[in-house]
């Protein structure tokens, strides 16, 4: 199989297409017609929007307010921000013992890890060592560390010294000083969550964002959920490219996520952990796949990975498309889902 490049700037943000969309007509005059309801508000540190197309209003806000809920929950288990998180607990007793911790965050751990084997290491959740180095999250400044700074650090990310016990639930760095950041999968295993509460309260045509992770559920009344992928370099402006989506996740990993621009450089959150530094071989990664989980971990190993070797591995494993956007402008597309990504124009060639 082999992906098909095409001359192009920018990175992948994900926006719906289309401000209208008309059922089949129902049989039952008096019956409510299904239409869009939406909320959108603050989860994991992100927009987190739910989109639901169904006729019960009340059906959908009940679902809503169980998804912010949850979402909430799984944060203060898997927040470095949360205090009693299982994963700030898990930090504290690096070198020393291991921890109980709940079975959700025992599954991420464990998902994280076969993530980590299938990317050669490139995406690692212990990369929590490098966090108060380089400042990317809630307190982002614009200082670059020194190289000593993040040599010192980087002895410390190894996700073979996390130690799972299934039989225990626990978990255990094995080195002091470690730190496991759970900010590159947490939101894609709350995604996951959450499709199960729509389809547990009869719901099967729905959309979830946060971030840049997105489920789209069924249907938008009679068609597939159709999607734009934004122009990371003037947002604002109309989608590059597009693609029809149902039951199927679409997770983005990019360099304008979270990042600033200093002496003509971007820095961004991505980092290679081999080098500490932002991995620079591409500019943009979206994953399709069934599971945003897996999704979301993978972007980013992908992105670290670079063009060539990430869309290898997409190409080898099973039931993942992708389009990778290089460092050189280049966007290669999987084989599998060159055929249903429309190309609309080209992004805005800019740095």
């Not at 992928?229 to 590059?240: K, L, N, Q, T, V």
Request: charged residues 25%; aromatic residues 6%; hydrophobic residues 40%.
């Amino acid at each position: 199989m082999k992906a098909c490049g095409l001359s192009t700037v920018g990175t992948l943000l994900l926006c719906v297409i289309g401000s209208s969309c008309t059922p089949a007509p129902s049989e039952d005059v008096n019956k409510p017609e299904a239409r869009l309801i939406e909320r959108a508000g603050l989860a994991m540190g992100t927009e987190l929007k739910l989109t639901a197309w169904t006729p019960d209003e009340k059906l959908a806000q009940a679902t809503f307010d169980e998804v912010f809920g949850e979402f909430d929950r799984l944060d203060r288990m898997m927040s470095v921000w949360k205090d009693g998180s299982d994963v700030l607990r898990l930090n504290a007793a690096a070198g020393d013992h291991p921890v109980p911790v709940s079975a959700e965050t025992f599954e991420v751990l464990t998902i994280a890890r076969d993530v980590s084997v299938a990317t050669e290491g490139r995406f690692d959740v212990t990369f929590g060592a490098l966090t108060d180095v380089w400042k990317f999250d809630q307190d982002q400044d614009e200082s670059i560390p020194s190289a000593e700074q993040i040599r010192a650090r980087l002895p410390l990310i190894d996700y073979r010294a996390l130690e799972l016990n299934q039989a225990a639930v626990t978990a255990f760095l094995t080195r002091k000083g470690m730190r496991v950041h759970l900010g590159g999968i947490g939101k894609g295993y709350a995604v996951d969550r959450a499709v199960g509460i729509f389809h547990a309260r009869g719901l099967t045509n729905f959309m979830i964002q946060a971030g840049g992770d997105l489920y789209a559920g069924g249907r938008r009344g009679d068609r597939p959920w159709k999607l734009g992928i934004a122009d990371p370099r003037a947002p604002d402006g109309p989608s590059f490219a597009s693609v029809e989506l149902s039951d199927s996740t679409f997770s983005t990993s990019g360099d304008y996520e979270r990042f600033f621009v200093k002496d003509g450089v971007r820095y961004h959150h991505i980092l290679d952990l081999q080098t500490g530094q932002p991995a620079r071989g591409c500019r943009s990664v979206t994953l399709l796949t069934g599971r945003a989980v897996i999704a979301d971990a993978l972007a980013k190993g992908v992105f670290i990975l670079g063009p060539q070797k990430g869309m290898a591995l997409i190409e080898r494993l099973p039931d993942v498309e992708g389009v990778i956007v290089s460092a050189k402008n280049d966007v290669l597309v999987s084989s599998g889902l060159k055929d249903r990504l429309t190309l609309l124009r080209q992004p805005t060639d800019s740095p």
